[in-house]
T-cell receptor, first 113, second 113 residues
Framework: RKEVEQDPGPFNVPEGATVAFNCTYSNSASQSFFWYRQDCRKEPKLLMS???SGNEDGRFTAQLNRASQYISLLIRDSKLSDSATYLC??????????????FGKGTHLIIQP | DTAVSQTPKYLVTQMGNDKSIKCEQN?????MYWYKQDSKKFLKIMFSYNNKELIINETVPNRFSPKSPDKAHLNLHINSLELGDSAVYFC????????????FGPGTRLTVT
């Protein structure tokens, strides 16, 4: 079983719609969770951390379900500029740094006008 | 000013050659990393360095060797290049004990012919 699994998509979504995708992780000892965004031929950039209580940043909402070992990302009122690949990242440790950092393969999102 | 920079951006070389990729960060971070993103877009950590000490060494061939002349630089040397080494290599940095965010360089697209 892969450590971090994501539906690769692509998800084709009309502009203004709400889109959600999930990520599952296999290691129950995982401590911290993140969503990164990667544009085509660019480097990954942190979108948001994911907290147990759930967190929101503008149009983006991230949720964590430890019991089921999945993380979700919800994007409301999607914009053309949201088109990118969204990487689910899981860390075995609670602090910063890359010890145990595992990236999913990413979910490709295409927002259509 | 670019926070994390890499050179070269593109590198095309023949099998059997030895090449280096340079990375520099001006963020004052404690830890630097090298990642490999293959044709399937899977991002995998190769090495990390903290205060000139290798703290993670994933199961990469010993043809790959990271070298850190100082805290702001982490170069990647690759000996006897093979076709399978073709990928995008990303350098990244983070602050030890700080936030979870990793700052990635723009990537070096290596093509081995």
């Amino acid at each position: 079983r892969k450590e971090v699994e994501q539906d690769p998509g692509p998800f084709n979504v009309p502009e203004g719609a709400t889109v959600a995708f999930n990520c599952t992780y296999s290691n129950s000892a995982s401590q911290s969770f993140f969503w990164y965004r990667q544009d085509c031929r660019k480097e990954p950039k942190l979108l948001m951390s994911v907290y147990s209580s759930g967190n929101e940043d503008g149009r983006f909402t991230a949720q964590l379900n430890r019991a089921s070992q999945y993380i979700s990302l919800l994007i409301r009122d999607s914009k053309l500029s949201d088109s990118a690949t969204y990487l689910c990242v899981v860390n075995m440790y609670s602090g910063g740094g890359a010890d145990g950092l595992t990236f999913g393969k990413g979910t490709h999102l295409i927002i259509q006008p | 000013d670019t926070a994390v920079s890499q050179t070269p951006k593109y590198l095309v070389t023949q099998m059997g050659n030895d090449k280096s990729i340079k990375c520099e960060q001006n963020l004052g971070h404690d830890t630097m990393y090298w990642y490999k993103q293959d044709s399937k877009k899977f991002l995998k950590i190769m090495f990390s360095y903290n205060n000139k000490e290798l703290i993670i060494n994933e199961t990469v061939p010993n043809r790959f060797s990271p070298k850190s002349p100082d805290k702001a630089h982490l170069n990647l040397h690759i000996n006897s290049l093979e076709l399978g080494d073709s990928a995008v290599y990303f350098c990244a940095s983070s602050q030890e004990g700080g936030g979870p965010e990793q700052y990635f360089g723009p990537g070096t697209r290596l093509t081995v012919t």
